[in-house]
């Protein structure tokens, strides 16, 4: 059998209001995509990094919605299930599709080049997708970290940055609370951090840091309703009770503390939550976005007994000194399998060319802890500093 000359690519939102297709050659596959850490990528969707990768066009008759990014690009998003869809930059004509639109297709995609990493100031999650396809290879590995633009910036080394050292968390947050904003401004909103010190040990919740006892815990999603409404292949989310946030519009209400309430508040356009609207992504399933930027906020579960008064916050949002993983806020884990949730590691990826990407994501993750002399154990990054200072390790 001969092979296929072309290869035909559909882009779809979650609810599937909007497809596209984009007939490439074969031989062009892998399509290589960039991504981007920088500040506004991160409150313009709640991810630690937005993916794109070159499209032809896009029909003239397409009834997506149109948000302006810069004064030179645009975002066309799904106004429904808020699905950010396409880059626009007017003056060029190019597209770019989001990677999350595309299938899973083994061999359809690679990630080539990351840039903007400097203004994560932590890394965000590039340290961890330095070698996204060690199976099937790509030609540019590891893949080059660049502070800015691309060749325009400086390059940036295996281990940046530097460990910071063992730090309070209040130090790393300067204070208790940060601020929650998408790009527009629309949602504004504050975080504070828990605090379980006083209590037993064994009532410390499932999702707050053990040893600091306030911290949220913060997990990766690769799930196929969370890559396709937040609009990345990698999920940050993190879990946090709804009495912690707090609404900064003055003469507001109080921001709702719990799920029905929150969705009422919605639907009545409440000035305590700002520019957000809700979309059903299944049932009892209802994710919240800024009408305007589209960023996605909030995931809640209504059917949940035990997830009445708490909700899933995008980490791209958090507005941290410390860096986009706002490291003294949130305690990182990998997967929440653990607490029984249905948002597994590789259920949905298995097999396409996203599986490589989300093994090799976890691999180098502990190669980056090896590096840095930190225990290759599933521990916290606080963990590791503390065993390695006890232990007299010296920190770079
Ligand atoms: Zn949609
Ligand atoms: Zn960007
Ligand atoms: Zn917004
Ligand atoms: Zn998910």
Redesign the pocket.
Known sequence: MALAITTKIEATCHCKSHSFTSIVPTSSLPLQASLCHCTSCRRCTGNLHTTGTPWPSLPEDHSLERYEFSPNVFIFFCGKCSQKMFWYVPKTGAYEVFTACLPHDKGLLQYNNHIFVGDTIDGGNSAWLLNPHPETGAHNMPVPRWAGFSDKSDKLDADWPANVGLKDEHELTHGDELPIR??????NLRLARPDYRNVDKDKVPWFVDPISRRKWLAINCLCNSCRTTFSVDIVPLSFVEMKSIHSTSPGSSNFPNNVNDLSEAVAKGDSAVG?LTRYQSSAGVIRYH?K??S?SVFYTNTNNSSRQEMLDLAVGLVDSPDGARAEGMFWWQFTNNANGDNCSLFEDVKDGWRAEVAKSFRSERKRWRERKGWSVDEQTVEESQRESEENGDMLI
Not at 182 to 187: A, D, E, F, N, R
């Open positions: 998408c790009h527009c401004g629309g949602v520019t800024c305007r930027c960023a």
